[in-house]
């Protein structure tokens, strides 16, 4: 069982940044590729990034403000925002997906982000 979670959301202004962090459980980067998501309310589920084999493929609409990284040593990755608006708003999501299996997928609870304009 792989255990996600989520931090460094709160509330910002627009222009600003955040560093989200994922804290993942056990050494997951071998088995799993990790990945952000975001919703806000009302809305699908949006596609930010997802790291795999060290290739990280990113959201059109995101790419360029938005950067995922990782740190194997620690086991964590991170999503720098940059340059928010207040349409980033939303609970953002951590998953871990099973390179054999894309069935198997993992969440974490989610760190919610607001930009205020």
């Known amino acids: 069982q792989v255990q996600l979670v989520e931090s460094g959301g709160g509330s910002v202004q627009a222009g600003g940044s955040l560093r989200l962090s994922c804290a993942a459980s056990?050494?997951?980067?071998?088995?799993?590729?990790m990945a952000w998501f975001r919703q806000a309310p009302e809305k699908q589920r949006e596609f930010i990034a997802r790291?795999?084999?060290?290739?990280?493929v990113y959201g059109d609409s995101l790419k360029g403000r938005f950067t995922m990284s990782r740190d194997r040593a620690k086991n964590l990755v991170y999503l720098q925002m940059n340059s928010l608006k207040p349409e980033d708003t939303a609970e953002y999501y951590c998953?871990?997906?099973?390179?054999?299996?894309?069935?198997?997928?993992?969440w974490g609870q989610g760190t919610q982000v607001t930009v205020s304009s």
């Open positions: 056990g050494e997951i980067f071998d088995n799993y590729d």
């Open positions: 998953s871990a997906r099973a390179r054999n299996n894309y069935n198997v997928e993992y």
């Open positions: 790291m795999s084999s060290g290739n990280t």
